[in-house]
T-cell receptor, first 114, second 116 residues
Framework: AQSVSQHNHHVILSEAASLELGCNYS??????LFWYVQYPGQHLQLLLK??????LVKGIKGFEAEFIKSKFSFNLRKPSVQWSDTAEYFC????????????FGGGTRVLVKP | GAVVSQHPSRVICKSGTSVKIECRSL??????MFWYRQFPKQSLMLMAT?????????EQGVEKDKFLINHASLTLSTLTVTSAHPEDSSFYIC????????????FGPGTRLTVT
């Protein structure tokens, strides 16, 4: 079965710092990749997704992610974070051949200090 | 568009009773709905996948007789936790997909279940 790993459980940084969250998955076939964000007390929201094409994907709120197939990675980045980016971030993977089930990574809690 | 609601947002029930959670797609038809469970400070674990009009497909380790899922229409799925116990206390989240070939899921706000 596929698995999704997020390397950092907690990240603390100051406003204007750059953010990079790692995500690796274990599956050799074709996948769709997602990053979701869960703000405190709110539901999951889609930040960005990769299905095919340009491996550098731009999402909402200034986030982007790069799919590196050879590394089975889909890292999330933001050049300059804001206090409002404090949230939990989840990477998720779909195996295209298995329908649209999502497998989530363990999540990374990001705290941005003002 | 693509709004998913859940009701109730919070529920407290006594051990041994059953509780039903509703998941609705408000502005689209959801051929497929998913139910997840999220433990405190942990990730989402898929419990089951339901397609409208057919039986749900449960993930390994999820008791189908305990977590009854019904997806009777294209806009409504229900999860019934039967004979609830304190260990069933959790955050239950549903998501909906426009179709079996649509890969994006839209998430509901979740339901906090506390079993006393």
């Amino acid at each position: 079965a596929q698995s999704v790993s997020q390397h950092n459980h907690h990240v603390i940084l100051s406003e204007a710092a750059s953010l990079e969250l790692g995500c690796n998955y274990s599956y050799g076939g074709t996948v769709n990749l997602f990053w979701y964000v869960q703000y405190p007390g709110q539901h999951l929201q889609l930040l960005l997704k990769y299905f095919s094409g340009d491996p550098l994907v731009k999402g909402i709120k200034g986030f982007e992610a790069e799919f590196i197939k050879s590394k089975f990675s889909f890292n999330l980045r933001k050049p300059s974070v804001q206090w409002s980016d404090t949230a939990e971030y989840f990477c998720a993977v779909q195996i295209k051949a298995a329908g649209n089930k999502l497998t989530f990574g363990g999540g990374t809690r990001v705290l941005v200090k003002p | 568009g693509a709004v998913v609601s859940q009701h109730p947002s919070r529920v407290i029930c006594k051990s041994g009773t059953s509780v039903k959670i509703e998941c609705r797609s408000l502005d689209f038809q959801a051929t497929t709905m998913f139910w997840y469970r999220q433990f405190p400070k942990q990730s989402l674990m898929l419990m089951a996948t339901s397609n409208e009009g057919s039986k749900a497909t449960y993930e390994q380790g999820v008791e189908k007789d305990k977590f009854l899922i019904n997806h009777a229409s294209l806009t409504l799925s229900t999860l019934t936790v039967t004979s609830a116990h304190p260990e069933d206390s959790s955050f239950y989240i549903c998501s909906a997909s426009r179709g079996t070939k649509s890969y994006e899921q839209y998430f509901g706000p979740g339901t906090r279940l506390t079993v006393t």
